[in-house]
């Protein structure tokens, strides 16, 4: 057993030596094939890499000197750096490594000859953009405008470089410790690098650039619209380049009709044309007549002040009132004059604002467009500020004028005023004088024929010496005829009295406020009454509408006529106002008589709560009215609730009933609760409503009866 244990060891240890062996030549075999791939790969790398190189040295762009030069000066700094960080360590070592200390300056030396060979103007487009110093660019700079159109190029390198990029890292793992392959890698990458820098900063600025010109052009827009086109100084302006682009349209077209007109045989489409052409000169002719006014200058019109009306003859006192229109109108008008001078002033600064808006535009976007736009702009600021210059002084001198005729005119005003103040003194005294004389007629003249002689012969006195004395005033000029009539008027206001005693009612009764249309009142008139609603309060009367109320039912009989009272009524009579302010009820009272025998306290108890029970929505709506009064009346009794008197008559007990009812109807509730009480009375056993009745006493002796005497017959 242990035998073949043995046996089968060694057999199979010889299995596992011959195919070890086996898998030695496999693995050496491939080992050859993959170096032969690994060459070829390589190979093709290479030749990849030089055409790619090829096509970068054909790129002939400033673009592609620029980043060359400044990533090998980058690499040269760098390099720089090290080899001084390392002397200064070698020394800081205090070590005797004099080769090592040597071999370092060395290599000092010879980076800082290579960056003194590199001139910075070879890389000045990636210094412009990467420079620390330069952070903050202009948007407005050329040269940055120069560089963004070339910015293509930059790509494009971009693209060649990643290539580059990609092909040395592919050699790379082929040959990692190949170190010009390293070397190459490093450099390409810096120029990956600083082209990418470069491609985000040129972005960031270009956008800015575009930001500017939005917000630029934005805030021109705004400046367009606040000039508006309802702005006078601009539509002047655009009539003067009408006027002048009509004209350059004339002169164009009248030498093209020269030249056809020169011409001796003409076809039939140059006839037509030469019509047509005709035609077209005739309207720009009438175009021309109607912008005439505007002449070479845009804004003759609204430079030219308003001329001064004719100065007013101040020589009444009515001319007084001429004058204060007639200077009222001139302030105005140098007023309007003054408001063109604001809004000139106005229209010549936004344009002002608006070329600096163009000239920023300018800067980031130099176009001939924009060139020539300013160059418009400038010529229309120009025509603005010489406007401006010649309304300041214009209006100046007009300001002098009109308070020089101002000054004339409100003089004259004065000498007037105080004319007419010597007049009325005279003419007042008059009236007192004569005033004065009445009042002593009136006492010392008893007799009313004698005392309204005299009053008549006193007013006709005093209207003829204030006649004369108007006259001996104001008689120089037939035109004084005006003022005198104006002063006979007075006679007339005398004659007319009533008339104007209704407008001073009117001004009592709208102002007082005592009296409101739809108001209940009660006027009395030769001892007629009159009950009825205001319809109208007119300037010279009151309009009220007769109503059926217990004035009606009781004295008139007669309802529904409209009455007209004279509004100096107020001054002589009184007015009875039954809905004042916000009272709307009045009291009213029922007078029922029952017999001596009757129940008077029963009778009294019934009528009070049937007044109560009818009467007491009215009940409440006057407490709250009367509570609202409390404000402005000193209110004392401000009982509410129905009151019932008893009183003793002649034929019996008489129950005197008073409750609230409403102002516009209260013959309905006077109805209605005297029904009632009526009703209440007769259902009660001990209580008789009384009437005139007569009681007769019959003896048993016969008594002689005389014959019956129709003349004289006497009721027993």
Known sequence: MRVLSVLFLLILGSALVLANESNQSITAEQIAQQQELKVEKQNLLTTQLKSIQKEIKSISSEWKSSVENYTQRSQATESLKRAQAALQRERDSNSSKTEEIRSLKKQIRVHERKIAKIDPSSYGAVLYYLDEINHDLN?????????????????????????????????????????????????????????????????????ARLTAINDKL??????????????????SYSSYLAYIEVQKDLARLDKQIEVLKSKESKSMQEIEEQNSLMAKRRILSEQIELLQTKGTSPFTELLKPDEIAKIPDISNPFDIFTAISFNKKMRSELAAYKARESELKRTLKILQHKRALLKDLL???????????????????????????????TASVYEKHVEEIETKVSKKSHEQTMKLIKIGSIILFLLLFFFMIKQILKRYISDNDRFYMANKGLTFTVVMLIVIVLLFNYIENASYIVTVLGFASAGIAIAMKDWFMSILGWLVIVFGGSIHVGDRVKVVQDGVEYVGDVLDISLL??????????????HNRRAGRIIFIPNNYVFTNMIANYTHISLKTVWDGIDITITFDSNHKKAQHIAKEISRKFAKGYTDITRKQLNKLRSGYSLKNTNVEPRIFTFAEENGIRVS????????????????????????????????????????????????????????????
Request: glycine fraction near 0%; charge should be negative; include cysteine.
């Open 218 to 235: 934005q805030e021109l827009s705004e400046l367009n619209t606040e000039l508006g086109d309802d702005n006078i100084w601009q539509k």
């Open 363 to 393: 800067e980031l976007d130099n176009s001939d467009e924009l060139k020539q736009q300013i160059q418009r702009l400038d010529y229309k600021i120009d025509k603005f500020r010489v406007a401006h210059s010649t309304l300041i002084d």
């Open 541 to 554: 009367r009151i309009t009220i509408l007769e109503d059926i109320t217990l004035t009606t039912y009781m």
């Open 139 to 207: 948007v407005h700079s050329d040269l940055h405008l120069k560089y963004e159109s070339k910015s293509s190029d930059l790509q494009r390198l971009r693209y060649l470089y990643q290539k580059t990029q990609k092909t040395l890292k592919d050699l790379l793992l082929l040959d990692p410790n190949n170190k010009e392959l390293t070397k190459a890698f490093k450099l390409n990458e810096k120029r990956l690098n600083t082209i990418d820098r470069l491609l985000q900063r040129i972005k960031t600025i270009s956008d």
């Open 657 to 716: 009933c008073w409750y609230l009812t409403n102002a516009y109807a209260t013959l309905t509730l006077r109805s209605t609760i005297s029904m009632e009480i009526i009703d209440a009375f007769n259902s009660a056993d001990d209580i008789q409503i009384a009437y005139p009745t007569q009681m007769l006493h019959i003896k048993n002796a016969q008594k002689r009866v005389p014959p019956f005497d129709p003349n004289n017959a006497e009721l027993v």
